[in-house]
């Protein structure tokens, strides 16, 4: 991937991570659970493969962390893939690779053929359930034996209607309340994406692949670890829960 001289990638990842704390406020908490699990499982210098990874947000905080780890990214999005290149340029712990999940052939992409974790958060939800648990498949083939996966994103129980009503009208409520006190939306930030000299080619590109928001399943946790451990995993479970969202893990 090419890096342009000039922009203020760390200004993109601040507004990039202010505008995913909108819908998700205890955000950080999902991403220090989830390496708390990494370090209790496969050690403080894992090598590691950041699936759909975005702008690189779970792939910055591992670093942080563990300055000993080795992080693979990979994502289909051009803009968000061009904040991370930007971010992780001369970082020689990060290898970035576009790449598209639905694709059969994706893993071939990848410069390892084994992993010590694959983490992914709020990315798999566009994905329709046949499709995921195909996913599932190929990253229970990428994770070596005794190596985890986790996904951090919306799993939503359909046996707790009103639970759930309640918890999204508050939710929304408080997104309306902070969009009122200035905070950009998805859409917002978008259209200031598209406006950047650097990233207006490749926002214009992203939306050319996913329209304005994909829409997939958001099964319950207990479909995930049921579907996991079908797919070649030996325990599954989650780690982490808010009202609406669950951090699961899967070990090999």
Not at 62 to 72: D, E, M, N, V
Not at 82 to 88: E, H, R
Request: aromatic share 8%; net charge negative.
């Amino acid at each position: 991937m090419t890096t342009t001289a000039g922009t203020d990638w760390a200004a993109w990842q601040e507004s990039w991570d202010r505008q995913q704390e909108w819908y998700m406020p205890d955000r950080e908490d999902r991403f220090r659970i989830m390496l708390d699990m990494v370090e209790a499982l496969v050690g403080t210098a894992p090598r590691v493969l950041d699936l759909a990874c975005g702008t690189g947000s779970i792939t910055a905080r591992l670093l942080r962390r563990f300055p000993g780890a080795t992080s693979t990214g990979v994502d289909l999005d051009p803009a968000l893939l061009a904040i991370a290149d930007g971010t992780f340029a001369g970082d020689d712990r990060v290898t970035l690779v576009a790449a598209d999940l639905t694709d059969p052939d994706w893993p071939a992409k990848l410069p390892y053929d084994s992993y010590d974790a694959v983490l992914t958060a709020t990315a798999l939800h566009w994905l329709h359930s046949e499709p995921l648990a195909a996913l599932y498949g190929q990253v229970a083939g990428l994770v070596r034996d005794g190596g985890v996966f986790m996904n951090a994103d919306h799993m939503i129980d359909d046996t707790t209607p009103r639970i759930n009503a309640a918890e999204r009208a508050q939710r929304h409520t408080r997104m309306d309340q902070a969009k009122r006190d200035g905070t950009l939306g998805w859409a917002e930030w978008w259209r200031l994406a598209a406006q950047d000299p650097v990233l207006a080619e490749p926002t214009a590109r992203r939306f050319e692949i996913y329209g304005e928001h994909a829409d997939g399943d958001t099964p319950p946790a207990a479909w995930h670890a049921r579907v996991l451990r079908e797919k070649g995993f030996a325990e599954a479970r989650p780690v982490w829960c808010s009202p609406s969202d669950t951090l699961l893990l899967a070990l090999k």
